[in-house]
């Protein structure tokens, strides 16, 4: 997999770091009122996961499955609900836990979906940020890195399905994907 990558631009431990302090931040804005972590399958499993350790006050969470790419690296901007959620989120404090923020177009129509179902809030937390390729005003609350336009991989994200496993951050040769 390692002969795929093209440069390692985030290490296994700026992850680490980096998820510590946001735990951190979360759990000093929500002491008086904990959040409900809604992780979106599958990208923000290894984020989510490490997130959740590294928050100091009760937390639950749920998980949220939406359509992808598939085998594509570009944004259609349909996004389709593959497994919803199973907690009720009328009037919690909602943080939606992304792997990467890039058109927005995903995190636009899950704020809205959310939105609708009347929390008490709702924020969005995220490891990887792209705003040079933003289309949607979508700010996120908490973000971890950000990020050039580049396509990459690792700590969840994948290129069809695979890389997923990788503990750091990698920009995909061109090659792998150009065809597509
Ligand atoms: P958006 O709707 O913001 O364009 O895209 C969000 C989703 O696209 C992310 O949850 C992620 O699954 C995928 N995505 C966007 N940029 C990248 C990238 O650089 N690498 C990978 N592996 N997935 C990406």
């Known amino acids: 997999m390692i002969n795929d990558i093209q440069e390692i631009i985030l290490t296994p431990e700026q992850i680490r770091n980096q998820i510590k302090e946001l735990g951190l931040k979360i759990s000093s804005d929500y002491q008086s ?8 399958l599958k990208g923000a499993l290894p984020f989510l996961a490490d997130l959740m350790r590294s928050i100091t006050i009760p937390v639950i969470y749920d998980l949220m499955a939406v359509s992808s790419y ?27 836990v992304e792997d990467i923020v890039d058109t927005g177009l995903t ?3 899950l704020v809205e979906n959310l939105r609708s179902r009347k929390p008490k809030t709702i924020k969005v937390c995220t490891l990887l ?40 951050i990698g920009v995909l040769k061109e090659k792998i994907y150009q065809n597509t």
């Open 33 to 40: 009122d904990p959040p409900l972590l809604v992780g979106i």
């Open 70 to 96: 598939g085998a594509s690296t570009k944004s259609t901007g349909t996004v389709r609900i593959i497994k919803d959620l199973d907690i009720v989120i009328e009037n919690r404090n909602v943080i939606i």
């Open 107 to 109: 995190l636009q129509y």
């Open 129 to 168: 940020d792209k705003p040079s390729r933003r289309v949607a005003p979508i700010q996120p609350d908490y973000n971890g890195f950000e990020i050039p336009d580049v396509f990459v991989v690792g700590f969840g994200l994948d290129y069809a399905e695979k890389y997923r496993n990788l503990p750091y």
